[in-house]
């Protein structure tokens, strides 16, 4: 059960960001960087690193910015669930479950996340500033917790994926209710 929960903590960091979080499961790694990680293996270590490394910074200085903020999330949409599947599969491979169950389970989560930050993108035409640092706050805390506290991150986790539905369901309200009056839902 603890293992599970520690992929579900790594997988909803990468509904966050992309890089970041698989930048510092690698580090964390120590000499073996990303010898567990099951697609990045297979790639020269330097190669990698320094691909990630660019992909953080882009990720974490471009989310600052309407514009960056607007590009990073048709980017993040499409590559957040290989990420979370990704990540979900090392915590697996980490601590020998199923890399099939966590890496769909963790695709899945990062992308049920992704999709509620897009809805919050474009309902507030906008993520404030507060909101990005909390969301690269919460992407290096998910990951410390997932190898340090597996309880605690799938925790965190289980509650960001509520949180996430819960949205999503106010939102299809929100828009239904702007339809039946026959006026664009209100801002």
């Known amino acids: 059960m603890f293992e599970l ?9 990468g509904g ?26 297979m790639l020269p270590s330097p190669v990698v690193l320094g691909v990630l490394v660019s992909g953080s910074l882009v ?16 980017v993040q949409l499409l590559f957040s669930p290989v990420a979370g599947a990704l990540l979900g599969m090392t915590i697996a491979t980490i601590t020998g479950q199923s890399l099939w ?3 769909s389970m963790g695709g899945l989560l990062a992308l049920v996340l992704q999709l509620a930050q897009v809805g919050w993108f474009f309902r507030m035409r906008g993520l404030p500033l507060w909101a990005v640092f909390v969301q690269d706050i919460l992407c290096v805390l ?3 917790l997932a190898l340090d506290a597996p309880t605690q991150g799938g925790l965190i986790a289980l509650l960001l994926l509520w949180l996430a539905i819960r949205s999503i369901n106010d939102w299809r309200r929100w828009y239904r209710d702007g339809r039946r009056s026959g006026k664009p839902p209100p801002d």
């Open 5 to 13: 929960l520690a992929s579900l903590s790594a997988a909803a960091a």
């Open 16 to 41: 966050f960001r992309i890089a970041l979080p698989l930048l510092l499961i690698g580090l964390l790694q120590g000499d073996e960087l990303w010898a567990r990680v099951p697609l990045l293996s």
């Open 59 to 74: 990720e974490v200085i471009g989310s600052k910015s309407l514009l960056g903020q607007r590009l990073l999330q048709l």
């Open 101 to 103: 169950l966590a890496g």
């Open 142 to 144: 998910l990951v410390l």
